[in-house]
């Protein structure tokens, strides 16, 4: 059984998204759930990895220049990967009730950067499209030095650079999918976090 986000911690979250549409938490994932992903990414043999693709549907593409990322989707069937996503859950209803954004479900991958990779900027949801709402990243990269790349680059719409998040180990970042552009710098080893997106189920929400 994970334990709950604090009621406070929820407020805080809500509130960054309120004042600027972003926030940076560490410390909001236990390190025994944390620990339990990164042994799975680290084991590989339990994960079927891919590299990612770019566009939908029938325009789906691999672009190596664009994104050199390997992926794999969590499945909540796996021990793992449910407590990880239970959290996502109490997130989901925590915003919901504070927010009123109509957050329905929710969707994520493991992806690991090899040496050399990267993810050229991009925004994870077209303007007006209501696909992707919230998006939140997830790092599992204990004692990441500052030199070793790899940094989540958050713009305005303005390509004004608001934050250099550095991939360390238990830190999340959730901002508004469809509002601020983002990069991954080439990295100069492994680097391993969960991408996901908080979806609605209709063509209005509240925030």
Known sequence: MVSPISEAVLDVIA???????????????PDYVSLALLEKMQAKHDIDFKYAAIGRGIEQQVNAEIRSDKISWLDKQDHTDK??????????EGLNRRLFMGLFDYESHYAVYEPGAHYKKHVDALKGSQNR??????FLNPHWQLDDGGELLIYDEFDILLEMVQPQMGTLAIFLSERFPHEVLPTLKTRNSIAGWF?????????
Do not use: P
């Not at 407590?83 to 989901?92: G, H, K, T, V, W």
């Not at 979806?199 to 925030?207: E, I, N, P, Y």
């Open 199 to 207: 979806r609605v189920s209709h063509a209005t929400h509240g925030f």
């Open 15 to 29: 509130d960054a998204l309120v004042d600027k549409g972003y926030s940076l938490l560490s410390d909001i994932i």
């Open 133 to 138: 709402i919230l998006t939140t990243v997830f």
């Open 83 to 92: 407590a990880y996503l239970s959290i996502m859950e109490q997130l989901r």
